[in-house]
T-cell receptor, first 115, second 114 residues
Framework: GAGVSQSPSNKVTEKGKDVELRCDPI?????LYWYRQSLGQGLEFLIY????????KSGLPSDRFSAERTGESVSTLTIQRTQQEDSAVYLC?????????????FGPGTRLTVL | DAKTTQPPSMDCAEGRAANLPCNHS???????VYWYRQIHSQGPQYIIH???NNETNEMASLIITEDRKSSTLILPHATLRDTAVYYC???????????????FGKGTLLTVNP
């Protein structure tokens, strides 16, 4: 079946511009996560959506970052007034959240470069 | 979540079994052992997970010691496409709280050589 998809795969933008990243989770997965991975670094949790519950936004690094999710489908991560330190690979994952182990499956990521 | 220790790098000949070790001596009884891998410039890929028993799927086998303080991921017939960074993590099952936040250590860079 189809996995998690993300678009665009690459995004180059100028400092100060807004960008929107999209994630399509695996169909039926109720949980959706955004992470980012800077060059040579580990995963950094950003935000978590689960059904109709309030999202966990505790990982968003600043108020320039926001994310939305429509029901249990598509999510968009928006970065306003981008800065060079926002350059990273932004990863989306989804999970079924019906089992005790709740495996997260990742998309291919969006590589964001802020010039 | 308990910490894990993995060798920074390993080499394996194509067609041979790759055995990747992971130490997790502080693992708790309700923590699972998970393995992911990340091929260069791609998103992390789930491989396998287990609690106490050995597990096998189409990608790999996971051998967990009886005391659960260490485990080994086995790729039975490594191919060049298995060259990647392999991450071993331990995490509690879905029991509430914020245990859904995955963190990866530095992992093991497995290089499969022709």
């Amino acid at each position: 079946g189809a996995g998690v998809s993300q678009s665009p795969s690459n995004k180059v933008t100028e400092k100060g511009k807004d960008v929107e990243l999209r994630c399509d989770p695996i169909s039926g997965h109720t949980a959706l996560y955004w992470y980012r991975q800077s060059l040579g670094q580990g995963l950094e949790f950003l935000i978590y959506f689960q059904g109709n519950s309030a999202p966990d936004k505790s990982g968003l690094p600043s108020d320039r970052f926001s994310a939305e999710r429509t029901g249990e489908s598509v999510s968009t991560l928006t970065i306003q007034r981008t800065q060079q330190e926002d350059s990273a690979v932004y990863l989306c994952a989804s999970s079924l959240q019906v089992s005790s182990t709740d495996t997260q499956y990742f998309g291919p990521g969006t590589r964001l470069t802020v010039l | 979540d308990a910490k894990t220790t993995q060798p920074p790098s390993m080499d394996c000949a194509e067609g041979r079994a790759a055995n990747l070790p992971c130490n997790h001596s502080t693992i708790s009884g309700n923590e699972y052992v998970y393995w992911y891998r990340q091929i260069h410039s791609q998103g992390p890929q789930y491989i396998i997970h287990g609690l106490k028993n050995n597990e096998t799927n189409e990608m790999a086998s996971l051998i967990i010691t009886e005391d659960r303080k260490s485990s080994t991921l086995i790729l039975p017939h490594a191919t060049l496409r298995d060259t990647a960074v392999y991450y071993c993590i331990v995490r509690v099952g879905r029991s509430g709280g914020s245990n859904y936040k995955l963190t990866f250590g530095k992992g093991t860079l497995l290089t499969v050589n022709p």
